[in-house]
């Protein structure tokens, strides 16, 4: 294999000193701060800012009216139109989480359950928000639709345990969905 040589370019004076750019980019700062203090800086509208750029002021104005409609939020779990989990610890979501945020223990249904025809449901299901980065897979891989994303970006706690959302509170926030439950259709 030939060894090929490369050469720099050669650089004159005014590019090896490099004040020619700093002064560039100055100017540059220079008329966007300008253009900000006299409300015309591009997407101002958009995001009805103070004014003052672009910049949202947070407590103030908040993302729901501007929410894109492909945006990913929290992950939650959902019951159906009569309160019946939808999840039957598959443990796909588990399985295909990249962090791996999700803990799932699976139980069995008593055979005198009324919802009994469903082998497996949930024993505990945890997420942990701290490590879950929004990508959707657990939505897209679950086969009975039980795990949503919702647009919800205001997720805080004051502790690491606070965090980790368990069955109860995922189901709270999750609340009903409406549709077709694959788990609980006669054909199966």
């Given at each position: 294999?030939?060894?090929?040589?490369?050469?720099?370019?050669?650089?004159?004076?005014?590019?090896?000193?490099?004040?020619?750019?700093?002064?560039?980019?100055?100017?540059?700062?220079?008329?966007?701060?300008?253009?900000?203090?006299?409300?015309?800086s591009a997407g101002a509208e958009g995001l009805a800012s103070s004014g003052l750029g672009i910049t949202m002021q947070f407590p103030e104005q908040r993302w729901d009216d501007h929410m894109p409609e492909y945006y990913r939020g929290a992950p939650t779990l959902v019951t159906d139109e009569q309160g019946r989990e939808r999840c039957v610890s598959c443990q796909l979501c588990e399985f295909i989480?990249?962090?791996?945020?999700?803990?799932?223990?699976?139980?069995?249904?008593?055979?005198?359950?009324?919802?009994?025809?469903?082998?497996?449901?949930?024993?505990?299901?945890d997420i942990d928000m701290i490590r879950c980065i929004y990508c959707g897979m657990c939505e897209e891989v679950c086969p009975e639709q039980a795990i949503y994303l919702r647009?919800?970006?205001?997720?805080?706690?004051?502790?690491?345990?606070?965090?980790?959302?368990?069955?109860?509170?995922?189901?709270?926030i999750g609340g009903v969905r409406v549709g077709l439950v694959n788990k609980w259709n006669e054909l199966k």
């Open positions: 294999m030939p060894t090929i040589k490369l050469t720099r370019p050669k650089l004159d004076a005014g590019e090896k000193i490099y004040l020619g750019a700093i002064f560039k980019g100055f100017f540059l700062t220079l008329s966007h701060a300008i253009k900000s203090l006299r409300g015309k989480c990249p962090p791996k945020a999700i803990k799932i223990t699976p139980s069995e249904i008593p055979s005198n359950d009324p919802w009994a025809k469903v082998e497996k449901r949930p024993l505990e299901f647009k919800d970006y205001l997720i805080t706690g004051t502790s690491r345990d606070q965090m980790v959302h368990n069955k109860e509170k995922l189901y709270e």
